[in-house]
């Protein structure tokens, strides 16, 4: 008869593993996205290791994805260094819609002023 192993730990689900990854990757504050506002940004290859990697922030839909990739792929210093903090509060009803439930619930459970934002159309 095989012996049956197991673990005394279950294993984490999957959702638990993706906010876990997330949530270890935030600012301390909103505060600290202190990116560009304008103009064109190219993305390290760790975060658009294929595809479009440079966006021109002056332009809604091109700014659009580049939040959506960096909130997705980035680490801290990526979100920090990429992401300005009145921009993101001002897209947040449509980019949270546009990112997976994992990087939505992490960002809106950190910054409650997001999760504000849900509801109202982008300023």
């Known amino acids: 008869m095989a012996q049956q192993l197991s673990s005394p730990v279950p294993p984490a689900k999957a959702g638990e593993v993706l906010r876990t990854r997330y949530a270890d990757r935030l600012p301390a504050s909103l505060g ?8 064109p940004v190219t993305l390290p290859l760790h975060i658009a290791w294929s595809g479009l990697r440079t966006y021109d922030l002056d332009r ?3 700014r659009m994805s580049l939040y959506r990739t960096v909130l997705a792929e980035g680490l801290r210093e990526d979100l ?3 992401l300005d903090q009145r921009l ?3 897209q947040w009803p449509v980019l949270r819609t546009l990112i997976s439930r994992h990087v939505r619930q992490v960002w809106e459970d950190a910054f409650p002023r997001l999760a504000a934002r849900a509801t109202f159309p982008a300023a």
């Open 88 to 90: 993101l509060i001002a």
């Open 80 to 82: 920090t260094g990429l």
């Open 60 to 62: 809604p839909r091109q």
């Open 32 to 39: 600290e996205l202190t990116g560009p506002t304008s103009g």
